[in-house]
Nanobody, 131 residues
Framework: LVQLVESGGGSVQAGGSLRLSCAAS????????MGWFRQAPGKEREGVAV???????SYADSMKGRFTITEDNAKNTLYLQMNSLKPEDTAMYYC?????????????????????????WGQGTQVTVSS
């Protein structure tokens, strides 16, 4: 049974930083994608950043340069470092994983940023950014 547990959310002022963590267990696939998604009230869930187990990353355009996704394979933990936070970053942030979320990219297969490609989800952690 795959379990994903997020932590690290909270309230911060605009321009501040937060680091989210996602502890994963029960995941034994040799090739997989993990990622962070977010959903604000009244909006669809959107991809933030994803990483393949070989370290290849992809980011949504609005997060490039501000957010960094990393993983510690020894600790089975996924991270999202968020800097220069804006009020529009306020949302519930979810960790997700799947072994079949690869999609064709410009230079080869990359992890998809589409939430529908992922079958395993955490419960979410709230991030609130005030102006």
């Amino acid at each position: 049974l795959v379990q994903l547990v997020e932590s690290g959310g909270g309230s911060v002022q605009a321009g501040g930083s937060l680091r989210l963590s996602c502890a994963a267990s029960g995941y034994t696939y040799s090739t997989y994608c993990m990622g962070w998604f977010r959903q604000a009230p009244g909006k669809e869930r959107e991809g933030v950043a994803v990483i393949e187990n070989d370290g290849t990353t992809s980011y949504a355009d609005s997060m490039k340069g501000r957010f960094t996704i990393t993983e510690d394979n020894a600790k089975n933990t996924l991270y999202l470092q968020m800097n220069s936070l804006k009020p529009e970053d306020t949302a519930m942030y979810y960790c997700a994983a799947d072994s079949a979320a690869l999609t064709p990219g410009t230079t080869g297969w990359v992890c998809s940023l589409e939430s529908g490609r992922y079958n395993y989800w955490g419960q979410g952690t709230q991030v609130t950014v005030s102006s």
